[in-house]
């Protein structure tokens, strides 16, 4: 990210500004989650956190200029109280974005937003960049998918294309070959699953096989993509990246990582809504490695409230991934758990209500222990 263009801190709420010209962003700050933080709702401190336990009590404003980013913080009183003082406008869009951050999602694929889902990794792939080969055939996927349900996944996400970098991509027959029996048995058992794909046909037979979920790392680029799922009652995951797997990290560059990515969502969503499909049905990912620095991805990763103004839920992947490496002394995917649980708990804590992940048994127990604390009352 050019120095210019660098987020900058700023001690006060932006004044004076063109509206029209220099987008207006507000994330939830300040947040909290048990007993004891649920008491400033009642004092219009604070508000749910997408309409979960959680509570934020102050806004991180951010204004985009043809230069910087200005970014602030203040407690959320005080950020209604500015907006309103400058102007109709911006009180508006503030106020729409604060109840968006707010508001409950509505079940997503059958399952209440409530609280963090867990998504199960199945790759059906000799090459993908943390299994490669480990569920190549249909039975050892299978089998390992059903296990991850054992273990409290509440999805189970099925591709068949490594979208590693620099991956090549696979024929969509291939694809299709590698996972429509896995998702067909899956789904025969009654669970949620999930087809991990960017290709339209290899969609139409996942879903024909009995999946609920598209989870699109191109988010539905595919020009046949968007009519067949206005069609249908699919759910879909739309990811943000840029260029293609294998161009995807050749040099990133950003204005603003996290401002750029809600944009991009944004525009995305706008194409789904307008195709007929409804927000319920609906979801976005950050996309963490898809075209992105590590300093992309903390940014990003810092800021991830900022999508729950987008009103739909958020699904977050980081589990096993580079940047955990690059974070820590360079381990090797099977070796980053631990960097894994806590990106996913601070993903769950910024309202993340679909996380994706290899280790199915350790998230949902890390998940289970974060919330007894938050929900603990000391006798």
């Given at each position: 990210m050019p120095a210019a263009l660098r987020i900058m801190g700023s001690p006060a709420l932006p004044r004076g500004f063109s509206f029209a010209d220099e987008p207006l962003y507000v994330g939830p700050a300040g947040i909290d989650a048990g007993p004891g933080a649920r008491a400033a709702v009642a004092a219009e401190a604070a508000w749910p956190?997408?309409?979960?336990?959680?509570?934020?009590?102050?806004?991180?404003?951010?204004?985009?200029?043809?230069?910087?980013?200005?970014?602030?913080?203040?407690?959320?009183?005080?950020?209604?109280?500015?907006?309103?003082?400058?102007?109709?406008?911006?009180?508006?869009?503030?106020?729409?974005?604060?109840?968006?951050?707010?508001?409950?999602?509505?079940?997503?694929?059958?399952?209440?937003?409530?609280?963090?889902?867990?998504?199960?990794?199945?790759?059906?792939?000799?090459?993908?960049?943390?299994?490669?080969?480990?569920?190549?055939?249909?039975?050892?996927?299978?089998?390992?998918?059903?296990?991850?349900?054992?273990?409290?996944?509440?999805?189970?996400?099925?591709?068949?294309?490594?979208?590693?970098?620099?991956?090549?991509?696979?024929?969509?027959?291939?694809?299709?070959?590698?996972?429509?029996?896995?998702?067909?048995?899956?789904?025969?058992?009654?669970?949620?699953?999930?087809?991990?794909?960017?290709?339209?046909?290899?969609?139409?037979?996942?879903?024909?096989?009995?999946?609920?979920?598209?989870?699109?790392?191109?988010?539905?680029?595919?020009?046949?993509?968007?009519?067949?799922?206005?069609?249908?009652?699919?759910?879909?995951?739309?990811?943000?990246?840029?260029?293609?797997?294998?161009?995807?990290?050749?040099?990133?560059?950003?204005?603003?990582?996290?401002?750029?990515?809600?944009?991009?969502?944004a525009a995305r969503l706008a194409a789904c809504r307008e195709a007929g499909i409804k927000d319920h049905r609906l979801c976005v990912d950050p996309g963490i490695g898809f075209g992105k620095t590590v300093e992309h991805n903390l940014a990003i990763l810092s800021r991830l409230g900022l999508l729950l103004g987008l009103g739909v839920p958020v699904a977050l992947g980081v589990s096993r991934k580079s940047v955990i490496g690059k974070l820590s002394r360079d381990e090797p995917p099977k070796a980053r758990l631990p960097g894994s649980l806590a990106a996913a708990l601070e993903g769950a804590r910024q309202g993340a209500t679909i996380l994706r992940v290899h280790d199915v048994a350790e998230t949902v127990q890390a998940l289970a222990v974060a919330r007894a604390l938050s929900d603990f009352v000391t006798p």
């Open positions: 956190l997408a309409g979960g336990p959680s509570l934020f009590t102050a806004c991180r404003v951010m204004l985009r200029r043809a230069d910087c980013v200005i970014e602030a913080m203040a407690p959320l009183p005080e950020v209604i109280d500015w907006a309103a003082g400058q102007g109709e406008a911006v009180a508006r869009h503030v106020s729409r974005l604060i109840h968006r951050i707010g508001a409950p999602r509505p079940p997503f694929a059958g399952l209440s937003m409530d609280r963090p889902r867990v998504m199960g990794i199945v790759n059906c792939t000799p090459d993908s960049f943390s299994d490669g080969g480990d569920r190549f055939d249909a039975a050892t996927a299978i089998a390992a998918g059903r296990m991850m349900l054992e273990r409290g996944a509440d999805i189970v996400d099925v591709g068949g294309e490594s979208t590693r970098p620099g991956a090549d991509p696979v024929p969509p027959e291939e694809e299709i070959r590698r996972v429509e029996p896995v998702v067909r048995a899956l789904a025969e058992t009654g669970a949620v699953v999930s087809i991990d794909t960017r290709h339209a046909v290899v969609m139409e037979a996942a879903l024909a096989a009995g999946a609920r979920i598209v989870n699109d790392v191109s988010a539905l680029a595919d020009p046949a993509a968007l009519p067949l799922l206005a069609r249908g009652e699919a759910s879909v995951v739309l990811m943000h990246m840029r260029g293609d797997p294998r161009t995807m990290q050749m040099d990133p560059v950003y204005a603003c990582a996290p401002l750029d990515v809600w944009d991009g969502l």
